[in-house]
């Protein structure tokens, strides 16, 4: 089951040097959190690099 997920905002994330995160698109090395809404109070992050933050953050914001 889809569960529907709602962008929130985009957050810096640093990257601790003994376990680094990759951007979940791309596989470069993660620079930002994406916080999405998920319902019942439940919000759930993935972490991009610049680029697909930018992009995940641009294409949820075409409305405003
Ligand atoms: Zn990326």
């Not at 040097?17 to 919000?43: E, H």
């Amino acid at each position: 089951m889809m569960m529907n997920r709602i962008f929130t905002s985009i957050r810096a994330y640093h990257n601790l040097s003994n376990s680094p995160r990759v951007c979940k698109d791309c596989d470069q090395l993660a620079t930002k959190d994406a916080l999405f809404d998920v319902g019942d109070g439940i919000a759930v992050i993935e972490r991009y690099c610049d680029e697909c933050a930018k992009t995940i953050e641009n294409s949820n914001r075409s409305s405003v």
